[in-house]
């Protein structure tokens, strides 16, 4: 269970990454302002960090010998 608890975490930060560096870029700037293409980039990220640590985490012991 704790591997599931390490890609939701990294999924939800790299989903958080691109919307947070978007959001920074002055006061005036607001989620309705965000295009479609952070959004986008923003979940696609978010997917496959949540994929790659779920398969690393839960590959046999004989592919992932050093990522555990």
């Known amino acids: ?9 990294s999924g939800a930060l790299a989903f958080l990454g691109p919307i947070s ?4 870029l ?4 607001g ?8 959004w986008v980039s923003s979940a696609v990220l978010g997917l496959i960090a949540f994929g790659g640590i779920l ?5 046999p012991a004989a592919v992932s010998t050093s990522v555990r």
């Open 1 to 9: 269970m704790q591997y599931f608890v390490k890609a939701v975490w």
């Open 21 to 24: 560096g978007a959001l920074l």
């Open 26 to 29: 002055g006061p005036e700037v």
């Open 31 to 38: 989620f309705a302002d965000l295009s479609t293409g952070v």
């Open 55 to 59: 398969g690393w985490q839960r590959a």
